[in-house]
């Protein structure tokens, strides 16, 4: 109590922003001619009094500039204010830009006026508390400030620009399907259910099934949306909440679809790679963008390669991560593994006409992981409907879905590629939950 008295009495909130108004960002200061005066709105990222003279380093999330005042040169009350603001509160500062070999940038504002608009107490992220991970997601609100946090999250920002232009730039159109489902598209052992009246609901796996009826409207859509999975194991590339670039494409079969799915992949690589350099270089990465076209081996190709590392499988199974990570690891570029055993894909993936048991799909590997798999969907009304029953589905509930097969449907394609898988690979990320401003994992809902 008696902290935060003293607390208010130093730093009484500015409750109007009127004459607080900014010229430029800190970003913008290196470039402008010594002797501009500019006014700036910011962060104190860091703070030093050395011998009379106050150096604040602002942060405005486009950059950090330096910001200095000699005790006596400057207005008093400038002085007073500078001299008290603690790391992280929110300031307003006026000055002049001037050259200074030593700034960071080669340039400085010697601060002329200077306010805090809002106090911080002290900063509770320490280098101690740095070491553990688990602390610094429990304070994820406040460490998303951090340079490394911010460059992750303006990286993640430009990827999902880069989407929208791969898409948008083919004519393909950008639809949302419900978040509240009733019924499971990836199998029930992943749902999340929840009350809904009188009902059960399910948090959507994947838009996919909403973007099939879709395509029969619009020829070619995408989504990029939320995805839910109640994930059981802890691994470092499962999200219970994770957000998802989906497309469903009509008359498009298996192999045109891969094309798709390598060029969007290079696109997004290309475009983070040339737009984020000082990003990238605040977090010490450098992006390999992968050109098309990309390795395509066949499933039991990669049980081989993972057999030669000493995973063994039996054909049938899902590669894991294991073997997903050896054969991954074998290619320079991402892979496609493709011709998975229909028993370890779900019900609405189509059976190659010329190989009984395999399925018309494909996965993407990169960076060890999957973070795509695409394939042709069945089109035909009974092939459907004898999976969705050999599956153990209700046929009631997938009506509408079956129905789709009764009116014009015609062969056709899709998949569903994580972002935050992307990034794990782009980024070469240890765990998949840093490409999340705040990630939801089994053990973790707050912040
Ligand atoms: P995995 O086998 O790795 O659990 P999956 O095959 O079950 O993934 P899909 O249903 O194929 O996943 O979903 C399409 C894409 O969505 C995946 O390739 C991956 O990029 C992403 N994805 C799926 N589940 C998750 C998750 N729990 N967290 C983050 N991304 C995910
Ligand atoms: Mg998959």
């Known amino acids: 109590m008696l902290k935060e008295a003293i607390f208010i009495k130093l730093c009484p909130p500015v409750y109007r922003l009127l004459e607080y108004n900014r010229t430029h960002k800190a970003s913008e200061v290196p470039q402008l001619p010594q002797g501009t005066e500019v006014k700036l709105l910011g962060w104190v990222a860091v703070k030093n009094l050395v011998g009379g003279v106050v150096f604040l380093r ?3 999330g486009s950059g950090f500039i330096q910001l200095s005042g000699r005790r006596g040169s400057i207005p008093e009350e400038a002085w007073d204010e500078a001299a008290k603001a603690t790391t992280e509160s929110a300031v307003y500062a006026e000055g002049t830009v001037k050259e200074d070999r030593r700034a960071p940038f080669g340039k400085e504002v010697a601060i002329t ?4 608009i809002a106090g911080a107490e002290p900063w509770p992220l320490r280098k101690s508390l740095l070491k553990s991970r688990s602390a610094l997601y429990d304070l994820r609100h406040l460490s998303i400030r951090g340079l490394k946090t911010a460059s992750m999250i303006k990286i993640r920002s430009e990827l999902m620009r880069s989407v929208f232009d791969y898409f948008y730039d083919r004519g393909y159109v950008y639809i949302q399907t419900p978040i509240l489902v009733g019924s499971a598209v990836e199998g029930g052992a992943t749902l999340f259910s929840l009350k809904y009246f009188d009902e059960t609901a399910y948090l959507s796996q994947s ?3 909403y973007e099939e009826a879709a395509i029969l409207s619009l020829d070619r859509v995408f989504i990029l949306q939320p995805a839910f999975r109640a994930e059981k194991s802890k691994t470092a590339r499962h999200l ?9 494409l009509a008359f498009t079969e298996l192999d045109e679809l891969l094309t798709v799915e390598e060029e969007l992949v290079h696109h997004m690589a290309e475009h983070v790679s040339l737009s984020c350099s000082r990003e990238l270089d605040a977090l010490g990465k450098k992006i ?10 066949d499933y039991e190709e990669a049980l081989q390669i ?3 590392k000493g995973v063994r499988l039996e054909w049938g199974e899902d590669l894991g991560t294991e073997a997903e990570r050896i054969v991954s690891q074998s290619f320079e570029k991402p892979v496609f593994v493709k011709g998975y055993p229909l028993s370890a894909r779900s019900f609405y993936h189509m059976e190659d006409p010329h190989r009984k048991g395999v399925s018309l799909s494909a996965d993407l590997l990169a960076g060890g992981v999957e973070i795509a798999t695409g394939g042709q969907r069945i089109h035909e009304y009974e092939v459907l409907m004898k999976r969705v029953e050999e599956h153990g589905l209700d046929p009631e509930r997938m009506k509408w879905y079956l129905d789709l097969r009764k009116y014009g449907m015609p062969p056709h394609s899709g998949f569903g590629l994580g972002v935050e898988r992307a990034l794990k690979w782009m980024l070469d990320l240890k765990h998949i939950r840093s490409a999340s401003i705040f990630p939801r994992t089994t053990s973790r809902l707050y912040p």
């Open 288 to 297: 390999v963008v992968p050109d098309p076209p990309f390795p395509k081996i």
């Open 240 to 248: 219970t909440e994770f957000w998802m670039i989906e497309s469903e």
């Open 113 to 116: 006026r200077f306010k805090v």
């Open 306 to 308: 993972a057999e030669r």
């Open 207 to 209: 838009a996919q099934l």
């Open 58 to 60: 602002l942060r405005d």
